[in-house]
């Protein structure tokens, strides 16, 4: 059901967070579940899986433990609705339903319960969640996924469901910008401003998002500090989720091209706009945290796979989105306080035309936006979208090193 209106006069409360204490061996789970994964320590010598996280295999003593992506299955043991709490955070949202579940791999799990789990027993997918306090914590799913399923209030806290909620996009100009407005408004976001810097130019497509009753356009020059404040000073306010995927992007590496004009631009838009724009949105944004059902909850930052390792044909726009990655981190440890999730994406080549010399897969814009809206209903705080950027992603993890060495060689 469509949430009721905040009575403006009505004072946004200071947010409360569930409790955010994690020792350093449980920060897997919540590194797993920020990228949308189960994970639990197995044990590499006797392949035992066990729960809670700790530094040695509970049955065997080996400290040979690998966090393993797990399916969640199990059986409800029991449940209990919680009426009474000392923590704030929970006492704001009882009655809260938590139950055991013991998993089919063996250990058992004290989860908090999705609305339309049964009673026990019953069989249930566990997964585990970011809360709003940015930590895993683990939830009893219906073994099949529902209609509105994230519509649960307890899983709802948990995302960033774009459902019902005002959404800003700073960039309609381009293919991306407009795709990722259409799936916001079939997401059933309540209203989405679409930004645009020269408004008097003719846009392919623009006229078509626009004339969405929920898409409005908004004049937003992210390279302009003073446009940027002046649109936070007129929708700031009601803005509950950012999107910014304003972006430059040029094709050159350092020799091809003399002067430095085209790499300022790329880092006036990439970074230095992203800076602008969290100044001017950040504050109310982090304000309204607490805002009723429909509170502002995220802000999305249109990164690229090439901000984890430079590749030199497209080698200043790498080196903007470096940047522009590590402003984000910065952005989401000044925001997880205030309990405003930072998404960050990171995709492959696009589909578009500074990517015309690459070989496919590319990505289109609307496998991006349909990523970016799964990304926020799932709560989760980093998103590869397609193929590219997946296997880009995993030869990082193997080796930075290797994969320097082969995005230098193209075609070794
Ligand atoms: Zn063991």
Same mark, same amino acid.
């Given at each position: 059901m469509r949430p009721q209106r905040k009575n403006p006069i009505l004072r946004t409360p200071r947010i409360n967070l569930p409790p955010g204490a994690r020792g350093r061996v449980a920060l897997g789970l919540t590194a797993a579940a920020a990228e949308g994964r189960f994970e639990l320590q197995a044990c590499e010598d006797c392949g035992a899986v066990q729960y =809670? =996280?700790? %530094?040695? /295999?509970? #049955? /065997?003593?080996? @400290? @040979?433990l690998r966090w393993r992506r797990q399916?969640? %299955?199990? #059986?409800?043991l029991t449940s209990t609705t919680l009426r009474?709490?000392?923590d704030a955070f929970f006492r704001e949202r009882l009655p809260w339903r938590i139950g055991v579940v013991q998993l089919d791999v063996g250990p058992s799990v004290i989860v908090h319960l999705h609305g339309r789990v049964g009673e026990p027993p019953a069989r249930v997918r566990v997964g585990a969640r970011l809360d709003r306090s940015g930590q895993a914590v683990l939830i009893g799913l219906p073994e099949q996924e529902i209609v509105n399923?994230?519509?649960d209030p307890g899983l709802r806290e948990m995302n960033s469901d774009p459902k019902f909620r005002k959404v800003l996009?700073?960039?309609?100009?381009t293919a991306i910008g407009q795709a990722i407005a259409k799936a916001m408004v079939d997401a059933g976001a309540e209203r989405v401003w679409l930004g645009v810097a020269e408004p008097w130019k003719k846009l392919p497509g623009f006229d078509r998002i626009t004339a969405l009753p929920q898409v409005s356009p908004v004049p937003l020059d992210l390279s302009d500090g003073r446009s940027v404040e002046e649109l936070a000073g007129e929708i700031g306010g009601k803005v509950d989720i950012v999107v910014n995927d304003a972006e430059v992007h040029r094709t050159f590496?350092?020799?091809? #091209?003399?002067?430095t004009d085209a790499a300022r631009a790329e880092m006036d838009i990439n970074y230095f706009g992203a800076l602008r724009l969290a100044q001017a949105f950040g504050p109310a944004l982090k304000a309204r945290a @607490?805002?009723?059902?429909?509170?502002?909850t995220a802000w999305v930052n249109l990164l690229s796979i090439y901000a984890l390792s430079n590749f030199p044909s497209h080698g200043t726009f790498s080196a903007s989105k470096a940047a522009a990655f590590s402003l984000a981190q910065c952005l989401r440890a000044e925001m997880r306080p205030a309990g405003i999730r930072v998404l960050n994406v990171f995709p492959g080549p696009m589909d578009d035309e500074w990517n015309q010399n690459l070989p496919p897969p590319k990505l289109g814009a609307a496998a991006l936006a349909a990523a970016i809206v799964r990304a926020l209903q799932d709560g989760v705080e980093d998103v590869y979208p397609g193929e590219v950027a997946q296997e880009w992603l995993e030869r990082w993890r193997e080796n930075p090193k290797v994969l320097e060495r082969e995005l230098s060689a193209p075609g070794d």
């Open positions: =809670p =996280p700790r %530094e040695a /295999c509970s #049955r /065997c003593l080996s @400290a @040979a399916g969640g %299955e199990g #059986r409800l009474h709490s000392n399923m994230t519509d996009v700073t960039d309609g100009k590496g350092i020799a091809s #091209r003399r002067g @607490a805002d009723g059902v429909a509170h502002a």
